[in-house]
C-alpha cells in the first residue's frame, strides 16, 4: 500500500518546469566551465538530513497543534527555492534588482491589508527585528520617552527596548489576556509615556487589545501608538471574529506603526517579517551614506530604509508569489483559510465548554484555544495539565503549555496558592485543523483518561 504523501512531492515537477524557464533568461550568456560535483556523495549527504529533519516533531500536519507553525504554501517553497538558483540580496537594487521590485509589491499589498493608504516598509528577518525597528523610529520621534505594553504582550517588547536603551514598562491586562484600560489611563496620566504597543493576537491566548479604546485614549494623551500584530494581523481577512475584535482589526490603519509576520499566518517560510510606517516621511531617520552599494540607480534602496542589511531576496519572491496566486481579499480563498482555523477553535472550545473536566478563561478571539484540567488548586490543575500534555504526545497529538494569570481562571473557584496556572494550548492555525477538529477532541480525551 502506498503511503501517505505529507510532502506534496510532485510539485517539485513545477519546480523542474520553472527552472527551465529561468535558464531560458539567461540563454545569452557564455557557457561556464563548472566544477565537477560528486553527486553520489551530495546524495549521501541529502539522505543524511532527511533522515535527521525526520526526528522533528510533525509541524506540518493537524495533529501537530502546539506551537506557531504553519507549513507554507506550496507556491511559496517552490518560488524560494527557484530564487535559490540566483540568490538574490534585497539591500541594494544591485544585489536584487528584480526580487527588491518584488518586496515592494508585495509590502505594498501588506500595507493595503493593515489600512494604509500610504506607507513606509519593507520585509524582516522576522517579527521581532520589525518590532525593534518600529521601537527605534518611536524612541527617536518621542525623545526616548517610556514604552508601555500590556504584561500579555510578547516578551521581546521589552527586551527590544533594553537594546535600544528605552525605558519600558508592562501594564496589566484583563482576565481576558487584554490590555487593561483603567490601568493604561492610570499610567498614561503620569505624562512620560511616549509609545503605546497594541497587541492584536497574544502569543499566549490570541487575545486582541481594545484598539478602539487605546485610540480614545491617544487623542487626551497623544502618545505614539504601535500595533504588534505579528500573529493576528491577517485576520482582518477573516469573517467569523467578533465584534471586539473586529473593531479592533478595522482600525489598524490608525496606527503609526505595524507589524505582521507573513511566517506565520502567510504561508511563508521562515524568516519572513514585515515592518511598516504609516507615515513615508520617517525613512529620514534612517539616512545614511554608502558609496559601495548605492551606484546604479537614483531609486530608493531597501536598504536605505532598514536596519538590516543583506537581507534574503528569496523571501520577498516567495511572498510576492503568494499573493500573486492567493491575493488578499476579503471573501478570498486565503481568508478562508483564517476563518476555518478560527472555526475549529470556537468547536474545540464549545467541547470544552461542555466538559466539567475542564476550565477554559474565555472563548478564542483568534484561532488559539487555552485550558486547563479542573481542580481543587492552582497547583494542581498546573500538575495534571503537564501530565495531559504528556499523555496527549503518546497519542500523537502535540499541545504546547503556557503560564496563566491565576486571575484568568477565578471563575472556576480554584484555590489560589500560585500566581499562575499551567495551561494546555493549541493553536489551530492551519485550515485542516478544522476537520480534525472531531479527532483531536478525541485524542484530548484519550490522554485525560491516561
Not at 538590516?308 to 492567493?326: D, F, I, K, N, Y
Request: proline residues 5%; hydrophobic residues 40%; aromatic residues 8%.
Amino acid at each position: 500500500m502506498k503511503p501517505p504523501s505529507h510532502f506534496d512531492i510532485d510539485s517539485t515537477d513545477l519546480l523542474r518546469q520553472a527552472l527551465e524557464r529561468l535558464q531560458s533568461e539567461y540563454a545569452g550568456l557564455p557557457s561556464v566551465d563548472r566544477p565537477t560535483r560528486d553527486t553520489k556523495a551530495i546524495a549521501e549527504v541529502l539522505l543524511e538530513v532527511a533522515s535527521r529533519m525526520g526526528r522533528e516533531f510533525p509541524y506540518f500536519h493537524p495533529l501537530y497543534a502546539g506551537q506557531m507553525l504553519k507549513p507554507p504554501h506550496p507556491v511559496a517553497r517552490l518560488a524560494y527555492a527557484l530564487s535559490m538558483w540566483i540568490n538574490p540580496n534585497n539591500h541594494a537594487l544591485d544585489g536584487g534588482r528584480a526580487s527588491s521590485v518584488m518586496e515592494a509589491e508585495a509590502v505594498a499589498q501588506l500595507a493595503r491589508l493593515a489600512g494604509y493608504s500610504s506607507h513606509l516598509g519593507h520585509l524582516t528577518s522576522g517579527g521581532t527585528m520589525a518590532n525593534l525597528e518600529a521601537l527605534w523610529i518611536a524612541g527617536q520621534l518621542t525623545n526616548k520617552s517610556v514604552i508601555l505594553a500590556s504584561d500579555q504582550a510578547h516578551y521581546t517588547q521589552g527586551r527590544i527596548s533594553a537594546v535600544l536603551g528605552l525605558p519600558f514598562e508592562p501594564v496589566a491586562s484583563d482576565r481576558n489576556g487584554r490590555l487593561d484600560m483603567v490601568e493604561l489611563e492610570k499610567r498614561l496620566a503620569k505624562g512620560d509615556v511616549g509609545t503605546v504597543v497594541a497587541t492584536l493576537g497574544t502569543t499566549a491566548t490570541g487575545s486582541v487589545d481594545p484598539l478602539p479604546d487605546i485610540l480614545k485614549l491617544r487623542s487626551d494623551y497623544r502618545f505614539r501608538l504601535h500595533v504588534d500584530a505579528a500573529y493576528g494581523g491577517y485576520f482582518t481577512l477573516a469573517d467569523n471574529l467578533e465584534s471586539a475584535a473586529r473593531s479592533a482589526f478595522d482600525l489598524m490603519g490608525a496606527a503609526d506603526s505595524i507589524v505582521i509576520d507573513p511566517h506565520k499566518h502567510g504561508l511563508q517560510p521562515y524568516g519572513c517579517g514585515c515592518v511598516l510606517f504609516r507615515d513615508p516621511a520617517v525613512g529620514t531617520l534612517y539616512k545614511h551614506d554608502s558609496p559601495y552599494t548605492y551606484f546604479t540607480s537614483r531609486e530608493l534602496h531597501l536598504g536605505e530604509i532598514s536596519l538590516e542589511c543583506s537581507r534574503p531576496g528569496a523571501a520577498a519572491v516567495a511572498l510576492w508569489a503568494t499573493q500573486r496566486l492567493l491575493p488578499l481579499e476579503k471573501g478570498g480563498t486565503f481568508g478562508a483559510g483564517l476563518t476555518a482555523g478560527r472555526s475549529a477553535a470556537i468547536a474545540l472550545h464549545r467541547r470544552m465548554e461542555a466538559d466539567k473536566r475542564f476550565v477554559t478563561p474565555f472563548a478564542p478571539e483568534l484561532d488559539i484555544l487555552t485550558w486547563t484540567v479542573r481542580a481543587k488548586s492552582c497547583s494542581e490543575a498546573s500538575t495534571k495539565s503537564r501530565r495531559v500534555f504528556e499523555a496527549a504526545a503518546r497519542t500523537g497529538l502535540h499541545l504546547a503549555l503556557a503560564e496563566l494569570p491565576a486571575a484568568m481562571f477565578e471563575h472556576a473557584g480554584m484555590l489560589k496558592d500560585r500566581a499562575t496556572v499551567t495551561s494546555l494550548r493549541s493553536v489551530l492555525m492551519k485550515p485542516e485543523h478544522l476537520a480534525w477538529e472531531e479527532r483531536i477532541w478525541r485524542k484530548i480525551d484519550e490522554a485525560m483518561n491516561a
